[in-house]
């Protein structure tokens, strides 16, 4: 696995695109589709994950998808309001991308050629979800953040903006929770130490570290 960040967009979303032995997946796309597909190159282009409904997290998608035909991901509870079949979680708007792989929490898909597991964690949105990588191994990750790659085959956290460095997603927006929040933050505390956490804003973490504050 390769993973290589993108930071984009007025609120520094973090774009990831994680290579498999079947191709990228991209994952929240926030906004420059030019530039995510100059990122990219020749390289196919497996699947576009959204890890929740929120403006700075999909505002490419629909573009990228019309310019990769990879299909769209995204929970079953935050898909309608993606597709533009619900009203926007927010004041800002986004063009609506249709979601063709729908999934549910605890389903595991192929994607890129790896196996991920979803796991929906309400709090930020309803249906919030981090998708999570086993690993094959306890191999470090080299590299970082801020435009940087790393490769792992250590356990993966792709968790968009439920948990950060040091902190977790905001609640106060409509459909938010606080208490959905922290027992979707204590779900992701029981999972390896050693998971790099793969978050929407801001550095790489791990569960290990990030478990010291969650109560």
């Known amino acids: 696995m390769k993973i290589e960040n993108m930071v984009l967009g007025p609120l520094a979303n973090n774009v990831y695109l994680i290579e498999g032995p079947d191709g990228v997946v991209v994952v929240d796309p926030s906004c420059e589709p030019e530039r995510i597909v100059e990122a990219l190159g020749e390289r196919p282009v497996s699947a576009i994950v959204l890890t929740h409904a929120h403006w700075d997290h999909v505002g490419a998608a629909k573009a990228l998808r019309d310019a990769t035909g990879a299909v769209v991901v995204a929970s079953s509870v935050d898909a309608p309001v993606i597709a533009g079949e619900q009203p926007f979680l927010t ?121 010291l504050w969650i109560a």
């Open 91 to 211: 004041e800002s708007e986004f063009d609506p991308c249709p979601v063709d792989m729908v999934v549910e929490d605890g389903q595991r898909v192929d994607l890129g050629g790896l196996t991920w597991q979803v796991l929906v964690t309400p709090g930020h949105t309803p249906g919030s979800m981090c998708l999570y990588y086993a690993g094959e191994g306890s191999g470090e990750d080299t590299g970082g953040n801020n435009g940087n790659s790393a490769s792992a085959d250590r356990p993966i956290l792709v968790a968009g903006d439920t948990l950060f460095r040091g902190a977790h997603g905001r609640t106060d927006f409509k459909g938010g929770s606080q208490r959905d929040m922290l027992e979707s933050l204590r779900r992701l505390a029981a999972l390896p130490d050693e998971t790099l956490v793969l978050p929407g804003h801001n550095e790489l973490t791990t569960i290990g570290t990030e478990k």
